[in-house]
């Protein structure tokens, strides 16, 4: 669940390999009552991250697409969500948006570029939004040539990147550390409240509305794609939309825009087991929570984890990358000025702890919300798929429906560097497909 040291490599000229249907699209009761022009605004809610080490082949294979013959209707339900907590600590928190994120829009002179739908790319452990920047760059050149364009917004998890790092915003936006602790019996929203998957969700609830609400095509994103943590982060949030969009209809509760595509890129949605760690991410914070929180320089950080037992074994990547992590603690004394992590520790380790609990994520997949999709990628080279549930994914998304089961071939965990290009082609078509059925119900 890890980010990657790199953002991934240039793409090649677009080429749709994924299967692409026509998909009748059926509107729920809101949307019926919805002016043309808020629904020009829904948009598609992307997530991702990565600790990726190897650079993208030069002749990607193409990506297999696992689906039944039955197009899918996709209903277009969308209503605002509870408010944040007014209660910031100063105007300027209160003005800023819930988490940090940056925007990728379709290339300058784009025609349709102002209704363009909007889609969230979430990353992963330890890294930020900006680790997705050039794939985003690409996804939006590929839509927008297509006559379908999309524009990205890069969002920071809570402890993470801007989220955690911009001073004057930090406590308006990252829940107080530690957390109650989560004995996993109950599978309540009670049960959720503080685990930090589940806070990690909700606060996706609260940027999408701001986003909603600030940027050009005046509405809500429609899907969402999650690369490891984020793809938990992603399915739990489209857990909480469809429970609070239902309660809605039935005045019981305010309700969050549900997004119409789910993507959980490399994202094992069962759990692990208290000693698995596959990409080694607990060894890496176990030795991280015993260095300092302050270095005097990078070097400093490089001295520090040569000396931590266990440390001796990462590899030289994987140190710089960590490197890359570090930030000025105070910005305002400039290049002297002692650096810290961009990330906050004990969160990510809360994090991380959540990840690996089952919180039915599996579930979802293989019962999406009515009228909504579900796309599961899988890193044909990741070491931790079994095959029994690679073969009851398979077999789900083949008996037609909603679910989607991808392969991508070339590429371990860190799938938008590994292979990017093939990763692009299979996203791409259908975002293009989901905007033509939007532009078909704003005609």
Not at 164 to 184: F, I, K, M, V, W
Not at 219 to 228: E, K, R, T
Not at 258 to 286: E, Y
Not at 402 to 427: E, F
Request: proline share 8%.
């Amino acid at each position: 669940p890890t980010s990657s040291p790199r953002s991934s490599s240039p793409m090649a000229t677009p080429a749709a390999t994924c299967g692409q249907r026509g998909a009748r699209a059926t509107a729920g009761a809101l949307l019926r009552t919805l002016a043309p022009d808020f629904l020009r605004s829904i948009g598609t809610l992307h997530l991702n991250g990565n600790l990726g080490m190897s650079s993208a082949p030069a002749h990607a294979t193409p990506a297999r697409s696992f689906h039944g013959s039955k197009s899918s209707p996709l209903s277009c339900t969308v209503a605002s969500i509870a408010p944040s907590d007014p209660s910031t600590p100063t105007a300027a928190a209160a003005a800023a948006p819930p988490l940090a994120y940056e925007l990728v829009e379709p290339p300058a002179g784009t025609p349709g570029a102002a209704e363009a739908p909007t889609a969230i790319i979430l990353h992963g452990l330890m890294g930020s939004g900006r680790n997705w920047r050039t794939f985003a760059k690409s996804l939006a050149t590929v839509t927008a040539a297509a006559g379908h364009p999309w524009r990205f917004a890069l969002v920071d998890h809570i402890w993470h990147g801007k989220t955690n790092g911009e001073l004057q915003h930090r406590a308006a936006r990252n829940p107080s550390l530690p957390l109650r602790s989560y004995t996993g019996e109950e599978d309540t929203d009670d049960a959720h409240a503080n685990e930090a998957v589940q806070l990690a969700a909700v606060a996706v609830a609260k940027v999408v509305q701001h986003i909603g609400h600030h940027h050009s095509s005046g509405g809500y994103p429609a899907a969402i794609l999650g690369h490891s943590l984020g793809g938990k982060i992603a399915l739990r949030y489209l857990k909480i939309a469809a429970a609070t969009a239902g309660a809605a209809e039935t005045g019981t509760r305010e309700s969050a825009a549900v997004p119409l595509q789910t993507w959980s890129l490399d994202s094992v949605p069962t759990p692990l087991g208290p000693n698995d760690d596959p990409h080694d991410v607990d060894r890496v914070l176990h030795v991280i929570r015993a260095l300092p929180r302050t270095f005097a320089s990078r070097d400093a950080l490089k001295t520090a984890l040569a000396a931590e037992q266990g440390a001796n074994q990462f590899s030289k990547d994987l140190v710089d990358w960590l490197g890359s992590n570090l930030v000025p603690k105070d910005p305002a004394l400039g290049p002297t000025s002692p650096l810290t992590w961009v990330f906050d520790v004990d969160g990510a380790s809360a994090l991380y702890a959540s990840y690996k609990r089952d919180d039915h994520s599996l579930d979802l997949m293989l019962n999406p919300p009515i009228g909504r999709e579900v796309h599961v990628v899988r890193a044909a080279k990741s070491t931790r798929w079994p095959e029994d549930l690679v073969e009851q994914l398979r077999t789900r998304a083949e008996e037609g429906g909603t679910l989607r089961y991808h392969v991508l071939p070339d590429a371990g965990h860190w799938l938008h560097v590994d292979n990017p290009g093939g990763l692009r082609d299979i996203i791409a078509p259908e975002l293009i497909r989901l905007s033509g059925l939007l532009q078909e119900r704003r005609q």
